[in-house]
């Protein structure tokens, strides 16, 4: 008799099951990793790389191991496509710091700052010259 792990049913659709899992969680992890590293958080960074690796070495190892079923491979290959998306998910929601956009305009730009300012974003606008003499205005 053979067991749930021998069954067809484990390994053509739940093994390829689990790789994607793994797969969509590291390259997740990778990604919110990297959000991160470029905002200076330095102790947490790579406690999510250790985790972010032993995932992946984990799916990857599943995959050699079963050479013959191509359908693991597809399945990694859809669980990096899908981690890729979940992890630009991720991102929007955690949403950490913040975002400057600097704007350089010849004219006043009073309608754009409305606009901004409705919408719940912070402006501040500047005066100043150019070499030139002519005015700009940065907002």
């Given at each position: 008799?053979?067991?749930?792990?021998?069954?067809?049913?484990?390994?053509?659709?739940?093994?390829?099951?689990?790789?994607?899992?793994?797969?969509?969680?590291?390259?997740?992890?990778?990604?919110?990793?990297?959000?991160?590293?470029?905002?200076?958080?330095?102790?947490?960074?790579?406690?999510?790389?250790?985790?972010?690796?032993?995932?992946?070495?984990?799916?990857?190892?599943?995959?050699?191991k079963n050479l013959e079923n191509w359908i693991c491979f597809f399945a990694y290959a859809a669980g990096f496509a899908t981690g890729n998306y979940v992890g630009m998910l991720l991102e929007e929601k955690l949403a950490l710091g913040y975002e400057m956009i600097r704007v350089i305009t010849k004219t006043k730009a009073d309608e754009l700052i409305g606009v901004l300012r409705n919408k719940g974003y912070g402006t501040t606008q500047?005066?100043?010259?150019?070499?030139?003499?002519?005015?700009?205005?940065?907002?």
């Open positions: 008799m053979d067991t749930f792990f021998e069954t067809p049913l484990f390994y053509y659709v739940i093994l390829p099951l689990l790789i994607a899992i793994a797969r969509i969680v590291d390259v997740s992890l990778g990604t919110v990793r990297i959000i991160f590293i470029s905002k200076g958080y330095k102790k947490l960074a790579p406690i999510i790389g250790f985790f972010e690796v032993l995932i992946w070495i984990i799916a990857i190892g599943n995959v050699m500047v005066k100043a010259t150019r070499s030139d003499e002519k005015w700009l205005y940065y907002i």
